[in-house]
T-cell receptor, first 116, second 113 residues
Framework: EAGVTQFPSHSVIEKGQTVTLRCDPISGHDNLYWYRRVMGKEIKFLLHFVKESKQDESGMPNNRFLAERTGGTYSTLKVQPAELEDSGVYFC??????????????FGPGTRLTVL | AQSVTQLDSHVSVSEGTPVLLRCNYSSSYSPSLFWYVQHPNKGLQLLLKYTSAATLVKGINGFEAEFKKSETSFHLTKPSAHMSDAAEYFCVVRYSSASKIIFGSGTRLSIRP
């Protein structure tokens, strides 16, 4: 069974440009999460989808970030316009439905975003 | 506030000696606790999890952790370190009604030959 995949693995863009990150969760997983690790800091929660609905987006830093999950399958995270402080590693994770918080989340390898 | 603290940012041990990575969480009813490992250029992999069953949890690669409610701790141990254990380890907590998980700051484990 394929794990969580993320694309691209690494993106280098200039300040002010737009970048779109993609996450493909494990097939059948209704829960999809985005996290971010800025250099030298903890991994922080960004948001949580249940199928195509945003369950919790309390971690989204500002309105330059837009996450979508059309059709409840893959998800995209767009940063527009990118700023220097957006640099970091963006992780995606998924978990099955009905987990009640007691089951693990399966993580992708992350996308390393560098904003110059 | 709900939080998790990893007490050491870097731990270095000799190959074949015991490993102890410390983790404390803020007290709450029925937390679920996890340890994840990240090897260089790889994704986060689950080592083990505690979800209110046995307090001593065994994971992969010889790691185990003990949930101690009185100390609000969930330290990760391994009797004998191997070179392949060199990685960054994250203690993670999820409180029962929350959708998000909270990461510790990570502990980088180095193994000396």
């Amino acid at each position: 069974e394929a794990g969580v995949t993320q694309f691209p693995s690494h993106s280098v863009i200039e300040k002010g440009q737009t970048v779109t990150l993609r996450c493909d969760p494990i097939s059948g997983h209704d829960n999809l999460y985005w996290y971010r690790r800025v250099m030298g800091k903890e991994i922080k929660f960004l948001l949580h989808f249940v199928k195509e609905s945003k369950q919790d987006e309390s971690g989204m830093p500002n309105n330059r970030f837009l996450a979508e999950r059309t059709g409840g399958t893959y998800s995209t995270l767009k940063v527009q316009p990118a700023e220097l402080e957006d640099s970091g590693v963006y992780f995606c994770a998924s978990s099955p439905s009905g987990t009640g918080g007691r089951y693990e989340q399966f993580f992708g390898p992350g996308t390393r975003l560098t904003v110059l | 506030a709900q939080s998790v603290t990893q007490l050491d940012s870097h731990v270095s041990v000799s190959e074949g000696t015991p490993v102890l990575l410390r983790c404390n969480y803020s007290s709450s009813y029925s937390p679920s606790l996890f340890w994840y490992v990240q090897h260089p250029n790889k994704g986060l992999q689950l080592l083990l999890k505690y979800t209110s069953a046995a307090t001593l949890v065994k994971g992969i690669n010889g790691f185990e952790a003990e949930f101690k409610k009185s100390e609000t701790s969930f330290h990760l141990t391994k009797p004998s370190a191997h070179m392949s254990d060199a990685a960054e380890y994250f203690c993670v907590v999820r409180y029962s009604s929350a959708s998000k998980i909270i990461f510790g700051s990570g502990t980088r484990l180095s193994i000396r030959p």
